[in-house]
């Protein structure tokens, strides 16, 4: 008859614990974002994007402003009273309607200066999603490589305690001195600690999402992903598709701008006209005049806008020139950052990680066996440990190499 198993305190609170966090782990897990989940939730929520797009509505309204049809509202003038004579009293009125309009052009100049306002605040909101969209990227995958770290070091940790069991089993046979031991419990020490700032690096990466994402203080955030994901980018198709960007696309619209202010100014150089209309009623007698006004553009003749405008145009066009030159060193030098990362990563992939659980298995035998002390157990350990977080800071560097090559190339949006 098989012997029923009576677990100890140790091993019921370790059991209870785990039939609570497991679930929980669980379904964490299910709901964990990936990089694509969590980059259109960015789209639609991130409260710098939705501000950055809220001000493409103010620009519509100068648009409003500008597409009246009369810049003048029409103005009614009445003059009346009693006129006394010696034939006794008469009541005079003077009633006139009067109405100014814009000639040269000017309502089509301030139309096009409002569109290209509108245009300017459009390529801005793209541009700020743009940058918003890196820090959200960069945040994940720094999330993600925390989240390696936090696997390896707590199997670091873990293996760091079977150590110290043995240490402490073979000194207390009279086969190692107590220097080892303390070694030991050193090591275990240390992995505990960098366990913790693993995690510490995991919740600050998390906490940087959430506010990206504009999320609620309550709701939960969990990522999954790979860092060892690889992507292959044609270096000429990137260089085109620059010339996309949204931050170019916003200079463009500053300069359609600055050139529809310098046609309003030039507007102003050509007379203005308004007609009028008037009744008159004079000692009983009435009277319809027609009239006419013609401003003369003799002294106010739009020069400052004139000005302002070619000589702001005239700046803008030697901005988008260096821009376009500095986004195509821009792309390469990211291009070539991202392709030595890569290359940097694969030969760790290749040379040095398949090899690493063998070396353990061989180095923990040997030291069990005491062909090696604990020292020399410990040196081959750091190595193995330091080796695999130098592959996971690797990967992060080339994940985070292909963002900024994404970014620099206007693919990310």
Known sequence: MRKATILSPTGLIILLVTMLVFPRCVLAQDNAKTLEEVLEIARRRAPLILSARARIEEAKGRLKGASIRFQQNPVIEADGGPRFSNSGSTADLDLSLSQDFELGGRRKARIAGAEAGVDREAATAQDAT??????????????LAAQENMRLLAETERIALD??????RRFAAGDIPILEVNLARTSTARARS???????????????????????PGESLAIRGQLSEEREYEIETLIAQASDRPDIHGLLAELHEAEADVRLGESFKKPDIGI?????????????LGGLKITLPVFSRGQELTATGTARAARIRGEIEALRRAVHHEIRSAFDAYRSRLEA??????????????????ARRSYEEGEIGLV??????????ETRLAYVSTL??????????????GVLK
Not at 130 to 143: I, T
């Open 194 to 216: 960098a366990s913790r700032i693993a995690s510490a690096e995991y919740a600050s990466a998390l906490g940087e999402l959430r506010v990206l994402l504009g999320m609620q």
């Open 130 to 143: 743009r940058r918003l969209l890196r820090e959200v990227a960069a945040s994940f995958l720094r999330g």
């Open 376 to 385: 020399e157990l410990l040196l081959i350990r750091r190595e193995i440990l």
């Open 163 to 168: 150590f110290l069991r043995v240490a402490e």
């Open 345 to 362: 990563a694969q030969e760790l992939a290749k040379g040095a990680i398949p090899s690493l659980d063998e070396n353990e298995v061989l």
């Open 396 to 409: 992060l560097d080339t994940r985070l190499s292909a963002v900024e090559l994404e970014f620099r190339a």
């Open 276 to 288: 009028a209309a008037r009744y008159q009623r004079d000692e009983g007698a009435d009277s319809y």
